[in-house]
């Protein structure tokens, strides 16, 4: 999946980007690399001097080129995806300064699409999930069964190229049902030195092999 990255120097820059009249919202994105219509793209959306971007996938919905007559810049409109809504509404209100409170993740996250298993601390049954974005902080589970209480949960996962699965110990940081995907976030609990060393492995894996990342000029 190709990662665009996309550092505005201001929120009013992120602003004057952005496409209100796509129905889940974008943003322009210059550029002269040939990406087809309907393609998904994961955009790194950074503000200012923020250390983390945060990640948001979507679709290119239409291209145009560049005229130097009128100075308008080649590039392509890249409309979010519906389960990006949390996503989204985070970076608007970033950008707005709507709230003061909001501070950027130690690490940034990456969009996956990776089965898992999870259970309750001390109740041995599976359940089934999907992994949607992980980092070295933690992770969002999509699922279909019922939501655990805020606790102890056990993620199982098998990284990109191995057999067997690696189980995780987390916390439920919280639950619900962002852009319409029933959910929960965790946050990791490395008991140990061999709990970590499997996180950023897992991490370290999945980054070398689903996400390339290709440089881009700032907006």
């Known amino acids: 999946m190709t990662i ?28 002269r690399r040939l990406l087809a219509i309907g393609e998904t793209v994961v955009v790194a959306i950074r503000l200012g001097r923020r250390r983390s971007p945060t990640l948001i996938r979507g ?76 980092g070295r902080g933690g992770a969002f589970v999509r699922t279909e069964q019922p939501l655990p209480a805020i606790g102890d949960v056990v993620l199982k ?15 439920v940081a919280w639950k619900g049902h962002p852009g319409g995907e029933n959910g929960f976030g965790v946050e990791w609990k490395a008991r140990d030195a061999g709990g970590t060393r499997r996180i950023k492995e897992l991490v370290r894996r999945i980054e070398a092999q689903g996400l390339p990342s290709y440089a881009a000029p700032r907006i």
């Open 59 to 134: 679709q290119v919905a239409w291209r145009r080129p560049g005229k130097h007559s009128t100075k308008m810049k080649a590039g392509i409109g890249i409309e979010f995806l519906e389960t990006e809504t949390q996503a989204r509404e985070y970076m608007l209100a970033v950008a707005r300064g709507d709230s003061a409170e909001m501070v950027a993740r130690r690490h940034q996250r990456l969009p996956v699409e990776l089965p898992v298993l999870w259970q309750v601390a001390g109740i041995l049954q599976d359940n089934a999930g999907t992994l949607r974005d992980i």
């Open 157 to 171: 996962v098998s990284p990109p190229g191995a057999e067997i699965a690696m189980p995780l110990s987390a916390r």
């Open 4 to 31: 665009l990255k996309a550092h505005f120097p201001s929120g009013a820059a992120f602003l004057a980007r952005y496409l209100p009249e796509l129905p889940s919202g974008g943003i322009f994105y210059p550029t």
